[in-house]
């Protein structure tokens, strides 16, 4: 079976990164049933060479979406469709307003904070790999009890913040009072086992898994705003998702 060719339309005007739109255009036809489970997916130099795009940008888009779970590479076969998943948007907020919202005690403890490179931050942030960026790893409690440590990676424009403002109030609030609102965000959402350093911070026994969230955060332009890598006491941390079939 050829690969199916879809139409897809890109604004090379528009703030947003190419590879991302591809990468969003190409979701939604999997998500609207366009491309189905199984389904072969046109060859990386077929695209690119099809949509003018480099191929190092129809890599990353592809790249993007094998680790969204969304393609499967299987050497000789090709990259296919992979078995559907249910993907549904949380509310866009941290956890320091959730804790506030259900009238808990957030507490915040900063145990890094420093400006450093990472390669996997900055693809995400799209910036250069060389690029410093402000690194914050924190433990986030209710009241007494810990409950996530979060490792976020901000670009470095935000390079002033203090450690006193990260201890006062969630990323976001402090984002917004920057000049700077998260309006979209792409989340993955697993569980594994804890490091060791997780476990010391959580006080999680032996044996224990974590809920780990990461995510990508984007202002109204398209530009990335925060990636951040989340892990959380798994018996203490409950999803709500709204799922609506109408």
Do not use: C
């Not at 897809?8 to 999997?30: G, K, N, W």
């Amino acid at each position: 079976m050829s690969a199916m060719q879809l139409e897809v339309v890109i604004d090379r005007e528009s703030p947003v990164p190419l590879y991302h739109q591809l990468a969003e255009q190409l979701t939604a036809a999997i998500d609207d049933g366009r491309l189905e489970p199984g389904d072969p997916f046109e060859n990386e130099v077929a695209l690119a060479t099809r949509l003018s795009l480099s191929r190092p940008t129809v890599r990353r888009a592809i790249q993007e979406m094998v680790d969204q779970g969304l393609l499967v590479r299987r050497r000789g076969l090709g990259t296919t469709v992979a078995n559907r998943k249910v993907h549904r948007k949380a509310r866009l907020s941290s956890l320091f307003d959730d804790l506030e919202a259900e009238g808990r005690e957030p507490r915040t403890s900063v145990i890094e904070m420093e400006m450093r490179t990472d390669e996997r931050a900055a693809a995400a942030l799209d910036l250069a790999a060389d690029t410093e960026m402000l690194s914050v790893v924190r433990v986030r409690s209710a009241g007494d009890q810990p409950l996530a440590i979060m490792h976020n990676w901000l670009p470095p424009a935000h390079a002033e913040i203090t450690l006193e403002s990260l201890e006062a109030q969630g990323l976001y609030a402090l984002l917004r009072k920057r000049g700077v609102k998260p309006v979209v965000a792409r989340q993955s959402i697993g569980a594994r086992m804890p490091t060791a350093a997780e476990r010391r911070a959580l006080g999680l026994r032996s044996g224990q898994p974590v809920l780990t969230m990461t995510r990508m955060a984007f202002d109204a332009s398209g530009a990335a705003i925060e990636f951040g890598d989340h892990a959380y006491r798994a018996e203490d941390y409950t999803i709500d998702l709204m799922l609506d079939e109408r």
